[in-house]
């Protein structure tokens, strides 16, 4: 099993929802990443863990809150967003976390917010 | 001055025809270097590595010069399904994080 997976594809919520993104991969892998990708921009970094702690936060607002239950999972708890929120976001993870792993993707939630 | 600069094209090639991209770094600390391809409304994918000596994959070369702090993606007879974004990627620092250039979008005409 090479792939991440990603739950779910498409969201559609208000700014007064809560709701939560799901990233699964069963290779392994010790660091997982999320991404915002806007349209016709490349990925930015979210958030990183490592060894199921999180090890980067690129100054994300709290309305976005991570969670790695276990190794094999990530997710991304969404909370009162602003429509500027909307946007693809991409998990991906690597073996180690290491700077030159492989960088493996998720396809995706795309998430609109109203 | 941007950590990762990309020319964003749109660069429109004919098929068999070769590209080349360039992609410059500020940091020259930095150890890895990556060509992402991201294809429209996908997730990107690793297309190669660019190692130090240079490296090929088939119709693609990679090439790394540390004196001037660029990497390039070489594509010779380019076909239709090349047509991407190509994401020129570097670490950053050495750790895990990593920065994305803003990508290249080449189309591949008939």
């Known amino acids: 099993d090479t792939e991440v997976t990603q739950t779910p594809k498409h969201l559609v919520m208000g700014m007064t929802n809560k709701k939560s993104l799901k990233c699964e991969q069963h290779?392994?892998?010790?660091?997982m990443y999320w991404y915002k990708q806007k349209a016709k921009k490349p990925p930015e970094l979210m958030f990183v863990y490592s060894y199921e702690k999180l090890s980067i936060n690129e100054s994300v607002p709290s309305r976005f809150s991570p969670e790695c239950p276990n190794s094999s999972l990530l997710n991304l708890h969404l909370h009162a967003l602003q429509p500027e929120d909307s946007a693809l976001y991409l998990c991906a993870s690597t073996p180690s976390g290491g700077a030159t792993d492989t960088q493996y993707f998720g396809p995706g939630t795309r998430l609109t917010v109203l | 001055r941007k950590e990762v600069e990309q020319d964003p094209g749109p660069f429109n090639v004919p098929e068999g025809a070769t590209v080349a991209f360039n992609c410059t770094y500020s940091n020259s600390a930095s150890q890895s270097f990556f060509w992402y391809r991201q294809d429209c409304r996908k997730e990107p994918k690793l297309l190669m590595s660019?190692?130090?000596s240079g490296n090929e994959d088939g119709r693609f070369t990679a090439q790394l010069n540390r004196a001037s702090q660029y990497i390039s993606l070489l594509i010779r007879d380019s076909k239709l399904s090349d047509s991407a974004t190509y994401l020129c990627v570097v670490d950053h620092f050495g750790n895990e994080k990593l920065t994305f250039g803003t990508g290249t979008r080449l189309t591949i005409i008939p």
């Open positions: 660019v190692y130090s």
């Open positions: 290779m392994g892998h010790r660091a």
